[in-house]
């Protein structure tokens, strides 16, 4: 999978714009985060709250359609992008 | 008198270099004064676009720095710096609270180094109403579990949306410095909270203190302090800046004194901030603000000053020589007023306007340091 990081969160990634993981089929939007947290560290909770929520002006986009929720299955899925929501003017 | 401190912290320091850790809603600078306190110097940012609430210098070590910010998409953390902020790294485990408890920090907003006796160990307070330790310097945070699964924490504090308009908050984390185990905190709302245990156990200590705003005006708990000070040399004596006037308690009392009473009523007795003079437990420095009818927050009528009183609270003086005499409507808030260790004492606060004022004579005469940062949520000497 392709992950497309948002400018918000490339501190994590050295820069990085995409990052490249390999998951399992069975792989839900929590593992993929989870994998990302275990690659850069503090990553997942700028992004997840403590009780496993996405935080409110953070969306998920698997293959384009928007995942409101982190069992939604991501394993065969091309592409992740994490988005920064526009939540202001 | 026991005092719990060494003869060193009685005596003013000699002159050497103040710096000034300036947290803003957009970033950390710092701004450093030679010798004189004359001649400063702004350097920043670090931690752009970053909300920081708090940044505090460890006086253990004297190169501990954190920092508590959270951007805003995404969640709180902490940034942590060993070399008095040459480079930072974040807390592998910034303050959060426990998964199931149904309970998730916004923003971590007050850091209190812990007991001189126990390095290492750091206080938070957040919002919503949430108290953390770490042991390793800021690495990771634990919450104290006395105080956050506390029985009556939600009789207490109310729910988490309740609460100040930028969300509910813990703050003025106070360590005893005879005795690591004896803490006091503050919140707002919920009031001032004793405890003798390390925060296993809390107990209310508002007795004398009004909520105007409670349907029982002296209610046990439920009380809006908005800086609470104990002094360091006479850690018997506390003061505190409240929603409803300013108070004096000397322990073992536990009936607080509205020390406000004596403020000019054309200026009121609500304010943000508190700062005692670090060597004389009877000064002590305000900075009111308008909290009549809509509570606009702002300087009363655009006239913007300090009071300090040096008789405990008895009588307080006008300090606005070198403030704008007129349409500067501005406050201060109540991590953004400080005062150094100096034989004069230096007293600098930042403003929600960005701009930040210092008097090298005890307030007597202010001097705008900076102008032109972004509205500044705390100032801490260092």
Known sequence: MQVRIPGLLRSYTNGAETVTLELSGEASLADVLGDLDDRFPGFKFRIVDEQGAMRPHIRFFLDGVQARDLATPAGRSAELMIVGALSGG | ?382
Not at chain 2, 83 to 111: C, N
Not at chain 2, 293 to 311: E, H, I
Request: with cysteine.
């Open chain 2, 1 to 382: 008198m026991a005092t719990g401190k060494s003869k060193s912290a009685r005596v003013a320091r000699p002159a050497r270099k103040t710096t000034l850790l300036i947290a803003t809603r957009k970033g950390l600078w710092t701004l450093t004064g030679d010798a004189t306190r004359r001649n400063f110097k702004i350097e920043g940012p670090n931690f752009l676009g970053n909300v920081v609430h708090h940044a505090m210098l460890d006086p253990r070590d004297g190169k501990t720095l954190l920092a508590a910010a959270r951007t805003g998409h995404l969640g709180p953390t902490v940034f942590r710096s060993t070399d008095r902020g040459r480079t930072w790294k974040e807390a592998a485990a910034p303050p959060a609270f426990e998964p199931g408890s149904g309970r998730t920090v916004d923003h971590t907003f007050w850091l209190a180094p812990g007991h001189a006796s126990e390095p290492g160990v750091w206080y938070a307070g957040t919002s919503p109403q949430g108290l953390f330790r770490s042991t390793d310097g800021g690495v990771t945070w634990s919450g104290v579990a006395g105080f956050n699964a506390h029985p009556n924490r939600k009789a207490w504090c109310g729910g988490d949306q309740d609460g100040t308009p930028d969300g509910p908050k813990l703050h003025s984390i106070l360590i005893d410095p005879r005795d690591p185990k004896h803490m006091y905190i503050a919140m707002s709302s919920g009031g001032i909270f004793e405890s003798t245990d390390r925060g296993a156990d809390w107990k209310p200590l508002n007795h004398g203190v009004r909520a105007d705003f409670l349907p029982d005006p002296n209610a046990e708990f439920g009380h809006d302090p908005h800086c609470l000070r104990l002094h360091p040399l006479l850690p018997d004596r506390l003061y505190h800046q409240n929603h409803c006037g300013i108070y004096r308690l000397d322990r073992p009392g536990d009936r607080w004194t509205d020390i406000g009473v004596s403020m000019p009523k054309s200026v009121g007795s609500i304010g943000f901030p508190m700062v005692l003079h670090p060597r004389d437990p009877d000064t002590l420095w305000v900075f009111p603000m308008d909290g009549t009818s809509v509570w606009p927050r702002v300087s009363p009528g655009g006239k913007p000053a300090a009071y300090r009183s040096v008789n405990g609270g008895k009588t307080w003086q006008r300090q606005a020589t070198g403030l704008p005499k007129a349409q500067a409507w501005w406050t201060v808030k109540r991590q953004a007023m400080t005062a150094d260790s100096a034989a004069t004492v230096g007293v600098c606060f930042g403003t929600t306007s960005g701009e930040v004022w210092g008097s090298r004579d005890e307030g007597r005469a202010w001097k705008c340091l900076a102008r032109n940062l972004p509205h500044i949520y705390a100032v801490e000497a260092c």
